[in-house]
Nanobody, 116 residues
Framework: VQLVESGGGLVQPGGSLRLSCAAS????????MSWYRQAPGKGRELVAT????????NYADSVKGRFTISRDNAKSTVTLEMSSLKPEDTAVYYC??????????WGKGTLVTVSS
């Protein structure tokens, strides 16, 4: 099983980034996918979730209206489009896959730094 995040980097406040997570080794379409983040010195926070078929999404209040989660089950990928980025969005962003009775998997994360 692998979850590999990409797309992180340094961006100025107000800018945009697109994170991707490529999954392999499990039946992607059966798993709910989420993005979490962990800022320096803080706990891991749920950012966004998308259901297995992609029909339902949920977001943390702090990112509503700025971030969009989507998935492509044919390509086994999940994407987080981030816009109007703020310094407080600086964190390591992690991809998570979970399914009742099948377990939960994590990627190693990608660092997003929002700074001028």
């Amino acid at each position: 099983v692998q979850l590999v995040e990409s797309g992180g980097g340094l961006v100025q406040p107000g800018g945009s980034l697109r994170l991707s997570c490529a999954a392999s080794g499990f039946t992607f379409s059966l798993y709910t996918m989420s993005w979490y983040r962990q800022a320096p010195g803080k706990g891991r926070e749920l950012v966004a979730t998308i259901s297995s078929a992609g029909g339902s999404t949920n977001y943390a209040d702090s990112v509503k209206g700025r971030f969009t989660i989507s998935r492509d089950n044919a390509k086994s990928t999940v994407t987080l489009e981030m816009s109007s980025l703020k310094p407080e969005d600086t964190a390591v962003y992690y991809c998570n896959a979970r399914s009742v009775g099948r377990g939960s998997y994590w990627g190693k994360g990608t660092l997003v730094t929002v700074s001028s």
